[in-house]
């Protein structure tokens, strides 16, 4: 037996995004496709500030690091030419940037303390996202 809302006629939710507006590219966005218009810049802005923070706060002092090792040992393979621990430095953040966080989904048990996903907490600010990770006593590991 069917219960009593079937066969009768459904009231239509109301659509809270109807009245959103959002000047995009290609003309007025208006509704739902306002809305996600919205969303997918901000995704894309909390993905540009999740690299970024990964890169000045994990990556970049750790290839620093190692340089000034290398240096200190007397290695010439990196620091000896004009300019190559710069570029090693950079070249490798950036690279540990673009790839840890895609990593760290793929196997969290071994890059857990490579990966910090609160810097790609879409609901925290660029601020609140430093200053919470700056509490966290994992956070110089």
């Known amino acids: 037996m069917r219960d009593a809302h079937h066969g009768t006629r459904q ?4 659509d809270w995004h ?8 290609d003309g007025l966005l208006t509704g739902n496709a306002a809305m996600n218009a919205i969303t997918e ?8 500030e999740g690299f970024a923070l990964t890169a000045i706060f994990q990556g970049l002092p750790t290839f620093a ?3 000034l090792m290398l240096k200190l040992a007397g290695r010439r393979e990196i620091v000896g030419e004009k ?10 953040t950036i690279f540990y940037a673009l790839f840890t966080p895609w990593l760290a989904a793929k196997f969290p048990n071994r890059l857990k303390y490579a990966h ?11 601020a609140e996202k430093i ?7 994992a956070a110089s590991l």
């Open 11 to 14: 009231r239509k939710q109301p």
């Open 18 to 25: 109807s009245g959103t507006t959002v000047l995009a590219e």
């Open 41 to 48: 810049s901000r995704s894309r802005s909390n993905r540009l």
């Open 65 to 67: 690091i190692a340089v």
């Open 83 to 92: 300019g190559g621990a710069a570029i090693f430095v950079v070249l490798s």
């Open 116 to 126: 910090e996903p609160l810097f790609f907490d879409a609901n925290l600010s660029f």
């Open 131 to 137: 200053a919470q990770w700056r509490t966290r006593p």
